[in-house]
């Protein structure tokens, strides 16, 4: 089992440019969702999907877009990177039956943008 | 609004001691919290989940509790190693169990020196 594949895990981007990070999960969990860590600001959620074909805004969407067009994948799309955007991007899906629940992340991707 | 905080920053002990690390929360209207483990460069993994309706958990060398009407969690590490050097973070998940955001602590930082 895999669990959830981020890529790449670094990138270095200029000022303007997009791009695209990637995460599959092989879990067949229904919710998956972005966050990026800053320190001193910990874990905040960009955007989040509860199944395929359903996304929604978590904290700080702006600058980001996401689809989710299958169960497995969920990309996030950086438009027009800025230097704010330098940050680690986790990808993370989750189970939840009853009140159980399990969240798993992906490795990050460490992006700098110049 | 929910705020999460976990003190210490960082903490450094010997090999073998007894640790415990602290989460606070001030909204008491939470539905699970959880605690996790985050390696340098690396996700985090889930540790463990504790139930609204729960005092604690265990798994291994660890206990987690939760005092829900004083807005406390301690995680519990038995005979410390330097394997369980780390960064520690809890979360919170809010309200009535439809809302699957999670708010997280920055983290406590452990050094175990063997």
């Known amino acids: 089992n895999a669990g959830v594949t981020q890529t790449p895990k670094f990138q270095v981007l200029k000022t303007g440019q997009s791009m695209t990070l990637q995460c599959a999960q092989d879990?067949?969990?229904?919710?998956m969702s972005w966050y990026r860590q800053d320190p001193g600001m910990g874990l905040r959620l960009i955007h989040y999907s509860v199944g395929a074909g359903i996304t929604d805004q978590g904290e700080v969407p702006n600058g980001y877009n996401v689809s989710r067009s299958t169960t497995e994948d969920f990309p996030l799309r950086l438009l027009s990177a800025a230097p704010s955007q330098t940050s680690v991007y986790f990808c993370?899906?989750?189970?939840?039956?009853?009140?159980?629940?399990?969240?798993?992340f992906g490795s990050g991707t460490q992006l700098s943008v110049l | 609004k929910q705020e999460v905080t976990q003190i210490p920053a960082a903490l450094s002990v010997p090999e073998g001691e007894n640790l415990v690390l602290n989460c606070s929360f001030t909204d008491s209207a939470i539905y699970n919290l959880q605690w996790f483990r985050q390696d340098p460069g690396k996700g985090l993994t889930s540790l463990l989940l504790i139930q609204s309706s729960q005092r604690e958990q265990t798994s291994g060398r660890l206990n987690a509790s939760l005092d829900k009407s004083s807005g406390r969690s301690t995680l519990y590490i038995a005979a410390s190693q330097p394997g369980d050097s780390a960064t520690y973070l809890c979360?919170?998940?809010?309200?009535?169990?439809?809302?699957?955001?999670?708010?997280w602590g920055l983290g406590t930082s452990l050094a175990v020196n063997p």
């Open positions: 879990m067949n969990h229904e919710y």
């Open positions: 993370a899906s989750s189970y939840s039956e009853g009140r159980h629940e399990k969240l798993f």
């Open positions: 979360a919170v998940r809010p309200g009535a169990g439809n809302n699957r955001k999670l708010i």
